[in-house]
């Protein structure tokens, strides 16, 4: 089995930030990328940012220069800064890894359960 533990949602201003924290944890034997994606009500889930497993990072255009990606390898992790938060990055956030479980030979996606993320004055 494997789970993928998010947290770090809740309510912000404009303007402010928070921080997601996604561990991922079980019979892991690798993870190659991970990544937020995340979905508002009425739209579909869409890339926020990825980053792969020698750091390489990928953004949405509408969250460059204010959110950051990063990973802890030794940890299974990855976390999302967010900064200067507007209100139409309010949505549900998912964490996303893929990963290569132990005895199994190919890699494949798992998700998160979601964590809300709401920005409102």
């Known amino acids: 089995q494997v789970q993928l533990v998010e947290s770090g949602g809740g309510l912000v201003q404009p303007g402010g930030s928070l921080r997601l924290s996604c561990a991922a944890s079980g019979s892991i034997f690798s993870i190659n990328a991970m990544g937020w994606y995340r979905q508002a009500p009425g739209k579909q889930r869409e890339l926020v940012a990825a980053?792969?497993?020698?750091?390489?990072?990928n953004y949405a255009d509408s969250v460059k220069g204010r959110f950051t990606i990063s990973r802890d390898n030794a940890k299974n992790t990855v976390y999302l800064q967010m900064n200067s938060l507007k209100p139409e990055d309010t949505a549900v956030y998912y964490c996303n890894a893929n990963l290569v479980r132990v005895g199994v030979p190919l890699s494949r996606d798992y998700w998160g359960q979601g964590t809300q993320v709401t920005v409102s004055s």
């Open positions: 980053i792969t497993r020698g750091g390489s990072t």
